[in-house]
């Protein structure tokens, strides 16, 4: 395994976005968007002081803090790893067993719900159009259903809704397969529309544009990085969230061939204690960006060493207390440390696996790092060394498109066929539960309020007590 070079690093860098700079911090910023009743709530004021009548004084501080519940703002949720904070999630449930509310949805989509306190946001392909819903947590109903763009199609598995929606608690972007992208407020008013194919020129990409936009601080981040059906250089925008203009478009060259430099990736943040990189993988490489102006800063290789024609990447990274972790087309998933500058192929190279996923992005929580492959084969190894911990233990065979989410201490894995196994997190390898719907799923599960949200060809699912 290479050294790492600590003459090329900078100050430690963590895979938190710089607005959840920890879970402890996550949870305040949310707590900032509520009204004053419930930030006193949430910081515990309901202080009780008993008075004994006899010679000493007792005093009793009691806190009530109300419960928790955590947002899901982005396709990989509030830390952008897959990962989640809640407790108490359900372990089984059926279509009729420990669902609080179910609502029927008009076609399959990769996207994941979004959600921000009491609202779930959904891009919905229903025909030829392409709908952004907005749906009440609670009850399951829909509050409002707004067009995006007309133009979906099908390719092989997947339609133009599959990029998930992203939300800052107050506005909603929502973008699609045919490049419309569109901004719209809690109410459904709609602020501002993007054609990034008119602007920029048509998607190249074999199997349909499928990235999912980053949002972070003020702007919007959308790669496009495809080659397949276009000589069009493939390039990263930053979209200012307010006005949807563009602040910079840099292109990103690499020297991939044919489908190679297709990327059905989205971006992910490495953050250090002054700064943050945007993080984008595609095209052979994995890449580190200067988010005020795009600046290639660093750029690790070594993936497709043989230049296979056919190297595209489905599988997103993942960043987590440093350390970046590439996946790529199964082999090998590498992963860097961060602080590099320039070519850190060998200088920040940590370690590799050959047991990588396809489609399904990997998770971990820093000590154990989770693989699903497309097969159902699972992996747990080491975050920090790459060593394994357990490895190819199979679960229900089928295939396996959405990402595991890890909650609970629990790994969450759906399949195509819409049959969830949860899996016991840690270094023991132990099935816990398998709960079938039995509906054709891409989509991956997500968490909040103690429930999980499932969406499948046909309906989207809140799972756990009414």
Known sequence: MPTFNPGHARKRATGIPQQYASRKDAKQQRTQNK?????????????????????????????ALSAFAENWPQWRGPFLNGTSTEKNLPVRWSKTENIAWKLAMPSRTGATPIIWD?????NVADGNDLYLWCIDKQKGTIIWKKSIAPGNYKINKQNMSSPSPVTDGKNVWAMTGVGVLKAFDFSGNELWTRDIQKDYGRFGLNWGYASSPLLYQDSLYVQVLH?????????????????????WRVERPTDAIRESPDSYTTPALLRYPDHVELVITGGDCVTGHDPATGKELWRGTGFNVDKDPNYRIIASPVVFDGIIYAPTRVRPLIAFKGGGHGDITKSHRLWSTDNGPDVPTPVTDGKYFYIVNDRGILWCLDAKTGQQIWGGQRIKPAIYSASPLLADGKLYIINEEGLATVVKAGPQFEVLAENDLGEYTLSTPVASDGHLFIRTEKALYSVGKG
Do not use: E
């Open 227 to 247: 080659g397949m059906k276009t000589h069009d250089p493939s390039y990263l925008l930053r979209i200012d969230k307010k006005t949807g203009k563009t602040i």
């Open 35 to 63: 009204s004053p009743l419930l930030r006193s709530l949430h910081l515990g004021v309901l202080c009780v002081k008993l008075y004994c009548m006899r010679s000493s004084i007792l005093c009793v501080s009691v806190f």
């Open 118 to 122: 009491d609202r779930v946001f959904l």
